[in-house]
């Protein structure tokens, strides 16, 4: 059965600070790595998404990278701003059925 | 282009009573897939579709049913609503190929008393 953690649960950076997320899952035949973001209340937005056979994805100050042989994944954000303020989640898609398997998520707060 | 659209957006049922919470998509997806997230315990699979017709159970299925009658929708149903099914829920999409990942819809804030 995949497992995935995110580390760390919960993360305070003061503005303008480069941070990391971290995220590791157990089975590594997976089709790609999904990271999205959540904010209080609301749904799930799409950041990267990252293909098996990738290394790394790059939107804006957002960096992903995999290395699949490991199992891990980790969500680099540039030059961090108080709207960075959300919820990450790390999701792998895998199974026969292409399912996805999300992590608990790290709660992060960049304050002014 | 409407993405994954789901209905109602909040609801709140008596003990016992049943609804259908509904998920329909735009984009031609053959994966649709229902989450329930609950504080402490993430976001958890319940039922998921690889095309019409085919469904089958995730990690939660219980108290819940579901059928893809055709490829835009997917509702859920729940059969006699208990309190533990007080729950944000989730629905997305993909088409499953490993250049795509899941749409996810606005979700549908259920309270059941």
């Known amino acids: 059965k995949q497992e995935v953690t995110q580390i760390p649960a919960a993360l305070s950076v003061p503005e303008g600070e480069n941070l990391v997320l971290n995220c590791s899952f157990t089975?590594?035949?997976?089709?790609?790595l999904q990271w999205f973001r959540q904010d209080p209340g609301k749904g799930l937005t799409s950041l990267l998404l990252i293909q098996s056979s990738q290394r790394e994805q790059t939107s804006g100050r957002l960096n992903a990278s995999l290395d699949k042989s490991s199992g891990r994944s980790t969500l680099y954000i540039a030059a961090s701003q108080p709207g960075d303020s959300a919820t990450y989640l790390c999701a792998v898609q895998s199974g026969s059925a292409r399912q996805l398997t999300f992590g608990s998520g790290t709660q992060l707060t960049v304050l002014p | 282009n409407a993405g994954v659209t789901q209905t109602p957006k909040f609801q709140v049922l008596k003990t016992g009573q049943s609804m259908t919470l509904q998920c329909a998509q735009d984009m031609n997806h053959e994966y649709m897939s229902w989450y329930r997230q609950d504080p402490g315990m993430g976001l958890r699979l319940i039922h998921y579709?690889?095309?019409?017709?085919?469904?089958d159970q995730g990690e939660v299925p219980n108290g819940y049913n579901v059928s893809r009658s055709t490829t835009e929708d997917f509702p859920l149903r729940l059969l006699s609503a208990a309190p533990s099914q007080t729950s944000v829920y989730f629905c997305?999409?993909?088409?499953?190929?490993?250049?795509?990942?899941?749409?996810f819809g606005s979700g549908t804030r259920l309270t059941v008393v």
């Open positions: 579709s690889v095309g019409a017709g085919i469904t």
């Open positions: 089975d590594s035949a997976i089709y790609n």
């Open positions: 997305a999409s993909s088409k499953g190929n490993a250049g795509y990942g899941y749409t």
